[in-house]
């Protein structure tokens, strides 16, 4: 119905400018609301006011002049001006309920639009460096991101799903030096393990493996691997960080550029493949998984840095090169090649978006932590120095969920090893609720995860209410085919005039909301507006189905509402499918 009114109201400034009252060229946007309080009317717009200035005319002047141009439209059955010039459209209830043929016969489809035009975009999310399991934090961005994704994809653009692997660098030969120094335990060497390694259960599995694999040809003894290696944290002089970085050069050395190659990719291998299998489970697939370690052997860090050498962006300092952030605003410039000759994360990254673009998207979206807030403008300063446009990027920001149970917060350190794994959240709370309870809220809000609210099978859980509202639509359409009755839908339409009860007309106020709300969630990359209105549709449902028989002997009433709650069901399988929960028939 609002786009009748959107074309109703397009029609009206084309007569405008024939009449000379507002230029042949102006273009406006027209803004149309659902009102808030049905006395108003049921849509109002501001398109007199908007146009006040171009036409010349008092803005209460100019709206008595477009209701004259929207007069006798069957659609509409009143219209009024309101305060300073807004229009309010009373709309005819008949024609509400057009939107139930609408997503009857769209089913899936119903929803999608085109506002994304076609525009390829590259949704990376998630890419947790592989040094442990996926835990609950990084669940909230792979739920996200995936929403995201969907909603994208439903509005229009064309969408590729990517996972950065961040194999290379020190926290990949923190993660080899911990699994080897565990292997070294198992084969019966004595020794403090470092405060810095990582130490959970799952680095004793990759550890014990090896082991299987290799017998005793990758040890060597504690007195070797410790000599010479500075103390650690705890002891006299330790520092934690000096101790891990020795004891990873001891590493390389004593094993030698093969075998200690064969314990780095032993660990990452059995990472990587644990993280897409949780991902997998959790309903997250990627169309790629792009490594790090292939983007620095295939030369597109040299090449890209090579490229901000030549616009005069890289400069020596102290042995390091450093790129001129400060000249993009940055408050200071930053190390792109230590002096020891090793890149850092960020020559990584900024070959890792020039290579993007390079791939032809028109849109990059990255999904980051809200740690790494500071780190945008940097990555936007390094697009900008090599020539390509820094707003094809936008950087969207997850904070991390904060779990409770029973009241009682729980602890998540990947390098300690204890937190709650996103596998065990999945098997406590199921998929669905876990979906849903990530992307209720705006991704850049704080989030506490209630695992007792999310496992219940109450009204206070929206996904649990939600799913609900669609299970009793299906159990209503099954009773109505174990009476005898049929499911004629079309009987339905043709009758969907004996519809006006006060809950039938906002559940189809409810239903046409949906297209509109797929858009401009799409557009803002905003998931949770889907779980919004999906708990608004449920309770629309749950408080027509408490006030309502709808298996009633009158075939025309009973053919309309059930041909209504099936639209319904529709909707609410649409909307959970965007935010990849499910659509149980029976709870």
Not at 208 to 237: I, N, P
Not at 489 to 509: D, P, R, Y
Request: hydrophobic share 40%.
């Amino acid at each position: 119905m609002k786009q009748q009114i959107a074309q109703i109201l397009t029609d009206v400034v084309q007569q405008l400018k024939d009449q000379g009252i507002i230029p042949e060229d102006l273009t406006p946007r027209i803004n149309i609301e659902n009102t808030r309080d049905k006395a108003h009317g049921d849509f109002a717009t501001n398109l007199a006011m908007m146009l006040t200035k171009a036409a010349g005319m008092p803005p209460r002047a100019l709206a008595e002049k477009i209701v004259e141009l929207v007069a006798d439209k069957p659609a509409v059955v009143k219209v009024e001006i309101a305060g300073p010039g807004f229009i309010n459209f009373f709309v005819n209830d008949s024609a509400k309920f057009a939107i139930v043929e609408k997503v009857i016969t769209e089913k899936a489809d119903f929803g999608c639009c085109n506002v994304g035009q076609g525009k390829s975009v590259l949704v990376e999310f998630v890419s947790a460096n592989p040094t442990g399991p996926l835990h609950v934090g990084h669940g909230r961005g792979a739920a996200y991101g995936a929403s995201v994704a969907n909603l994208l994809s439903v509005a229009g653009f064309k969408v590729s799903k990517e996972y950065y692997v961040n194999d290379a660098g020190r926290q990949m030969d923190i993660l080899a030096t911990s699994v080897w120094l565990r292997y070294l335990s198992i084969c019966g060497e004595e020794f403090t393990f470092p405060s810095n390694g990582y130490k959970g259960d799952y680095i004793f599995e990759i550890s014990e493996s090896l082991k299987a694999e290799f017998g005793t040809t990758l040890k060597k003894t504690a007195l070797e691997v410790f000599a010479g290696v500075r103390a650690d944290e705890g002891q006299v002089d330790g520092d934690k960080e000096k101790h891990i970085d020795d004891l990873i050069v001891k590493a390389k050395n004593l094993l030698g550029a093969t075998h200690y190659e064969t314990v780095f990719q032993a660990a990452v291998d059995s990472i990587l493949s644990d993280i897409k299998q949780d991902l997998s489970g959790f309903g997250v697939t990627f169309d790629q998984w792009f490594s790090e370690r292939a983007l620095m052997e295939t030369g597109v860090i040299d090449a890209a840095l090579e490229k901000l050498q030549a616009a005069d962006k890289i400069y020596e300092k102290e042995g390091a090169l450093w790129f001129r952030s400060t000249d993009y605003g940055d408050e200071k410039d930053r190390v792109v090649v230590r002096d020891n000759g090793l890149k850092t994360y960020f020559a990584s990254d900024i070959a890792y978006h020039f290579n993007k673009l390079e791939r032809g998207f028109d849109l990059l979206i990255d999904i980051w932590g809200s740690d790494h807030h500071g780190y945008v403008p940097r990555v936007k300063a390094a697009m900008t120095a090599m020539g390509t446009n820094p707003e094809t990027l936008e950087v969207l920001l997850v904070q991390f969920a904060i779990l409770y149970r029973g009241g009682e917060k729980l602890a998540m350190s990947t390098r300690s090893g204890q937190f709650v794994t996103l596998r065990e959240l999945r098997d406590e709370v199921g998929v669905d609720a876990a979906r849903f309870f990530y992307v209720q809220r705006k991704s850049e809000q704080h989030m506490d995860f209630d695992l007792d609210l999310a496992v219940s099978k109450s009204n206070e859980n929206p996904v649990y209410y939600i799913q609900y509202a669609h299970a009793r639509i299906c159990r209503v359409l099954e009773q109505a085919i174990e009476k005898g009755y049929s499911l004629d839908v079309q009987a339905g339409l043709v009758n969907l005039e004996v519809l006006e009860s006060e809950q039938e007309t906002h559940i189809a106020t409810e239903l046409a909301k949906y297209p509109e709300i797929v858009a401009r969630a799409a557009l803002s990359y905003e998931p949770h507006q889907i779980a919004y209105y999906l708990k608004d549709l449920a309770h629309a449902l749950h408080s027509y189905y408490n006030a309502s028989q709808f298996i009633v002997e009158e075939d025309n009433i009973r053919h309309a509402r059930l041909t209504l709650i099936t639209a319904v069901r529709q909707v609410i399988r649409n909307g959970l499918a965007v935010i990849g929960v499910s659509a149980p028939e029976s709870m």
